[in-house]
């Protein structure tokens, strides 16, 4: 009986240690086939025409005396505001800044005054501030001391859109990874995740992407575009 003992002990030992491997394996099975998803990016891009207008200009003056510094500007600020008036728009698409003073010295010694006024122009009306800018070149040739920003568009119902481009973005994932999953013999589960990347708003055909996302201001026209990463389970 004694010489059993250590048998008996050994073989249960052994019992154990096969259950105890089996459980391990069916639950590797079991979060193997959890884990079992597919990836893949989707986009959707929309071409879109911008209905806002931001311009930005400014005129100096600069004089050995701050009055006639002031004087000299004042004309031609007076200039910039009549053009604008004269080519369509509006006061109220129209804002000026408080003039900005800078005293030039030599040395210790001060020697003039530079006083610049900067005006900023609105509007819904992209084309008439477009029309204005374009014409601007006329206030150089009578020797107003212009300096322009170029024309900022900008898009204002961005958030109009994007509901329509996540979908459209998450049914191109859902065709890609539809196309990648059967190539392999198996078939598209259920949807498990959605990650939604940053939109980029980029001038048209561009391919300029940012993690932090693109907004081009330079072009009328704009290609907005959506991209989200998609997670589907997979099933036999």
Do not use: C
Request: charged content about 20%.
């Amino acid at each position: 009986m004694r010489e059993r003992f250590p048998l008996f002990a050994g073989l249960t030992v052994l019992a154990v240690a096969i259950l105890l491997g089996s459980l391990a394996i069916g639950s590797g099975i079991r979060d193997r086939n959890r884990s079992d998803v597919v990836t893949v990016t989707g986009s959707a891009k929309q071409r879109i025409t911008s209905d806002y207008a931001i311009w930005d200009m400014s005129v100096s003056s600069q004089d050995a005396s701050a009055s006639a510094a002031e004087k000299g500007l004042a004309s031609a600020a007076e200039s910039v505001r009549s053009f604008l008036l004269s080519h369509g728009l509006t006061a109220g698409e129209l804002s000026t800044q408080p003039i900005y003073t800078e005293t030039l010295t030599r040395g210790n010694t001060i020697t003039g005054y530079r006083l610049t006024r900067t005006f900023e122009v609105r509007s819904a009306r992209v084309q008439a501030v477009a029309d204005a800018a374009e014409a601007s070149s006329a206030l150089l040739e009578q020797g107003v001391p212009l300096s322009a920003q170029p024309l900022q568009y900008v898009f204002t119902s961005l958030a109009s859109i994007r509901p329509k481009l996540l979908a459209a973005a998450v049914k191109d994932a859902q065709g890609r990874a539809k196309v990648l999953v059967e190539a392999t013999g198996s078939k598209l589960g259920k949807l498990r995740g959605v990650d939604v990347g940053v939109f980029q708003v980029t001038s048209p055909n561009s391919t300029q992407v940012s993690d932090y996302g693109v907004y081009d201001t330079s072009t009328l026209k704009k290609d907005v575009t959506a991209v989200v990463n998609v997670t589907f389970a997979l099933s036999s």
